[in-house]
């Protein structure tokens, strides 16, 4: 048994998995102990207010509010846990972006430009066709489908700057970050989409569901009433199962890996490594975009049209999301997930207890400092057997018995040669010193 899990323990997978849990945990404890610091030396909060705020931290998610006295109540919570899924989903899609670009040897740090191209292209088409003549479900797909595209073909402009002119890519995206911003603006100024209905959501457009577009339940509702939940975060898992495969199972995924690993050397073993690098930014554009189209599909979520001033945080938030998953699509799941529970940890800190949501940020900024750091920590986690190694490897041998010792751990039909080497290397010495 012992043996076994040694065995595990000295996996490379197995000190991946180790980082990224070290991270979080270290993470979780800083902002439990900002929590406990802003509470003592603030006078508005009491020593049980910082004790209430260090037990969100660590399970936010699961408290049901407070009771008649005062004090916090704990179960699951239904409304929580579904919000966490839907708020998750563009995560996982914009964290898919920023490891599929990774892994290729590129950073895609495009991912909020694609996001907003997306998110123009699926309100248009989905609030641009009349569900009176065309079934709803084929405007769903027909506005998701375009999203993917329109992120692929923005996400395909960084990698066309690359692969022809050797344009470094974080410079094209950042640039095609603003240019989105811009064009989106000024698409959504002149276009019929802004919201007129709602006197209160003046620069807002219009929600699908005032054409009569959502992405359906599928009986989410009922495992989570009162959320925002939707198959969204089904299509998500889908995709990155998807990425997975592509990425580990087939030959395309590995050509792009080639080219992320040594473009010239693939180029050398016959792999077209410009087509490869367009196309990898073209899938992580694709996969920006299906977050966007996810989101805004869902039927409940609104877009503000004046984005000039700012991008999208979820864009960005792909970024930590792709670290503490170490790249792999699988993991990107699980992390997008817990980075949506950390958005819902610091609502209930805001609503429940004196504190500030934003307090969850420096969570978030410690796990993305230490998972860009992961390399770091594995090679601490397996420090002290290589130190251990090395100085077996370095230390001499003592002549005589020592060499007996080293033999005996010999087959019995290689002792022979190695004894009778040494013997004639000690007569040799012998002969000269004579």
């Not at 207010?49 to 699961?62: E, L």
């Not at 049901?64 to 699951?76: C, D, K």
């Not at 792999?271 to 690098?277: F, P």
Request: hydrophobic share 50%.
């Amino acid at each position: 048994m012992k043996h076994s899990a040694a065995t595990l323990y000295q996996k490379e997978g197995t000190k991946k998995v180790l980082a990224s849990l070290i991270s979080i945990l270290v993470g979780l404890l800083v902002g439990g102990i900002a929590v406990i610091l802003v509470g003592c030396f603030n006078e508005k909060i009491s020593l049980s207010g910082a004790w209430d705020g260090f037990r969100i931290i660590f399970a936010g998610i699961f408290s049901t509010g407070r009771n008649a006295a005062g004090e916090l109540t704990w179960g699951f919570n239904a409304v929580n846990t579904g919000d966490m899924l839907f708020r998750a989903t563009p995560l996982i899609m914009t964290g898919l972006s920023v490891a599929v670009a990774f892994k290729t040897g590129l950073f895609n740090i495009g991912a909020p430009g694609q996001y907003l191209i997306s998110t123009m292209a699926t309100l248009m088409i989905a609030l641009s066709i009349p569900s009176s003549s065309v079934p709803t479900w084929i405007i769903w797909i027909l506005a998701f489908l375009g999203g993917c595209l329109a992120g692929a073909l923005w996400g395909a402009l960084p990698g066309l700057a690359k692969a022809c002119l050797n344009i470094n890519e974080v410079l094209a995206c950042i640039m095609t970050n603003w240019v989105a911003a811009n064009l989106v603006t000024w698409m959504f100024d002149i276009s019929n989409f802004k919201n007129t209905v709602e006197n209160t959501k003046s620069g807002y457009i219009y929600k699908t569901s005032f054409n009569g577009v959502a992405t359906p339940k599928l009986g989410l509702d009922k495992l989570f009433p009162g959320s925002q939940v939707n198959a969204g975060i089904l299509v998500a898992i889908l995709l990155a199962i998807a990425m997975y495969i592509l990425m580990t199972k087939t030959t395309l995924g590995y050509e792009l890996q080639a080219c992320g690993a040594n473009r010239h050397a693939a180029r050398y073993a016959g792999i077209k490594d410009k087509r490869n690098i367009v196309l990898s930014m073209a899938i992580a554009g694709a996969l920006a975009g299906a977050g966007a189209a996810l989101y805004y599909l869902s039927g409940n979520t609104e877009f503000y049209w004046s984005t000039y001033q700012s991008l999208p945080a979820v864009g960005f938030n792909g970024i930590p999301v792709a670290l503490l998953a170490l790249n792999n699509p699988i993991a990107v799941i699980f992390a997008g997930v817990f980075m949506a529970m950390l958005k819902i940890v610091g609502q209930q800190l805001t609503n429940l207890t004196a504190y500030n949501e934003y307090i969850t940020d420096v969570i978030i900024a410690v796990i993305v400092y230490l998972s860009a750091f992961s390399l770091v920590i594995r090679m601490m986690l397996s420090g002290r057997k290589k130190k251990k190694i090395a100085v077996a490897d370095t230390a001499p041998i003592p002549r005589g018995a020592a060499v007996e010792d080293q033999t005996s751990l010999l087959p019995e039909e290689e002792k022979a040669p190695v004894e009778a080497a040494v013997t004639d290397s000690d007569n040799a010495e012998g002969g000269d010193q004579a």
